[in-house]
T-cell receptor, first 111, second 115 residues
Framework: QKEVEQNSGPLSVPEGAIASLNCTYS??????FFWYRQYSGKSPELIMS????GDKEDGRFTAQLNKASQYVSLLIRDSQPSDSATYLC???????????FGTGTRLQVTL | EAGVTQFPSHSVIEKGQTVTLRCDPI?????LYWYRRVMGKEIKFLLH????????ESGMPNNRFLAERTGGTYSTLKVQPAELEDSGVYFC?????????????FGPGTRLTVL
């Protein structure tokens, strides 16, 4: 079992729709959770971080965390073609700890 | 504020040669991390510096890899001698020390190809 699991996709959604990206993790002591967006050939760019159970909203993005189920998700509302990228889920076990990444989910927003 | 920078962006070497990758973190960031992504796999942790000290080097694959961080500023990662399986993209990331969050900011990566 991988430590952080994501569906590799591609996940295809029409422009304006909600994209839902999911991630599960195996280490119960994980404390910090991140979503990075990576365009092809570019560096991972942080778009959301979440540390507590529940929802965290930032603009069109909402991160959801459920530590009991070891599950974290990212919702992208009003998806735009510019959102087409690979979304990486990353998990940390404490402040300044190393990150464990999933393989990423490729999102395609179609016109 | 300048982001994390890495040099070179690409490197193509032959098996058995030596390559040195460089990372300049965001100014003032004491935490510096090296990660690697091998084709088709997830990004994997290599090691973590706090200032000039190695905090965690549990991800270093073997003793052909040597990382240094001179004076707690920039870092180098040397691979000697390089093997075919070392090919991949090497990312550097940095974060500030002593904050309540631990956001890591990534550099653009160095794509290493070993022939």
């Amino acid at each position: 079992q991988k430590e952080v699991e994501q569906n590799s996709g591609p996940l295809s959604v029409p422009e304006g729709a909600i994209a839902s990206l999911n991630c599960t993790y195996s280490d119960r002591v994980s404390q910090s959770f991140f979503w990075y967006r990576q365009y092809s050939g570019k560096s991972p760019e942080l778009i959301m971080s979440i540390y507590s159970n529940g929802d965290k909203e930032d603009g069109r993005f909402t991160a959801q965390l459920n530590k009991a189920s070891q599950y974290v998700s990212l919702l992208i509302r009003d998806s735009q073609p510019s959102d087409s990228a690979t979304y990486l889920c990353a998990v940390g076990t404490g402040t300044a700890s190393k990150l464990t990444f999933g393989t990423g989910t490729r999102l395609q927003v179609t016109l | 504020e300048a982001g994390v920078t890495q040099f070179p962006s690409h490197s193509v070497i032959e098996k058995g040669q030596t390559v040195t990758l460089r990372c300049d973190p965001i100014s003032g960031h004491d935490n510096l991390y090296w990660y690697r992504r091998v084709m088709g796999k997830e990004i994997k942790f290599l090691l973590h510096f706090v200032k000039e000290s190695k905090q965690d080097e549990s991800g270093m694959p073997n003793n052909r890899f040597l990382a240094e961080r001179t004076g707690g500023t920039y870092s180098t990662l040397k691979v000697q001698p390089a093997e075919l399986e070392d090919s991949g993209v090497y990312f550097c990331a940095s974060s500030a020390l002593g904050t309540s969050t631990d956001t890591q900011y990534f550099g653009p990566g160095t794509r290493l190809t070993v022939l």
